[in-house]
């Protein structure tokens, strides 16, 4: 039974940062990509970041190039997101996410509101 929890978010203002986590159970983490997906109201969920399983390569959404770094650490368990010059249109439900055994595995998901 996979098992993701997401933590970190919260209020921010404009240029501000955020680091998200995600603590990860239920499955052989080190052998698996992980991803970040985030999801605005009334719009579709959409990939924001991938790590692979050990960690050596790293891809992201054109909007959050520069901005958002995504790690893990495979001794824990535990994804993360570092949020940094966050903009209001980042403001989503930020969802860690993995693919085991062909099934799609979602945390619950943790809310980043970006506003002054």
């Known amino acids: 039974q996979v098992q993701l929890v997401e933590f970190g978010g919260g209020l921010v203002q404009p240029g501000g940062s955020l680091r998200l986590s995600c603590a990860a159970s239920?499955?052989?983490?080190?052998?698996?990509?992980m991803s970040w997906y985030r999801q605005a109201p009334g719009k579709e969920r959409e990939l924001v970041a991938v790590i692979t399983s050990g960690g050596g390569s790293t891809n992201y959404a054109d909007s959050v190039k520069g901005r958002f770094t995504i790690s893990r650490d495979n001794v824990k368990n535990t994804v993360h997101l570092q949020l940094n010059s966050l903009k209001p249109e980042d403001t989503a439900v930020y969802y860690c996410?993995?693919?085991?055994?062909?099934?799609?595995?979602w945390g619950q998901g943790t809310q980043v509101t970006v506003s002054s």
């Open positions: 239920g499955f052989t983490f080190k052998r698996y990509v």
């Open positions: 996410s993995t693919m085991v055994d062909f099934v799609r595995s």
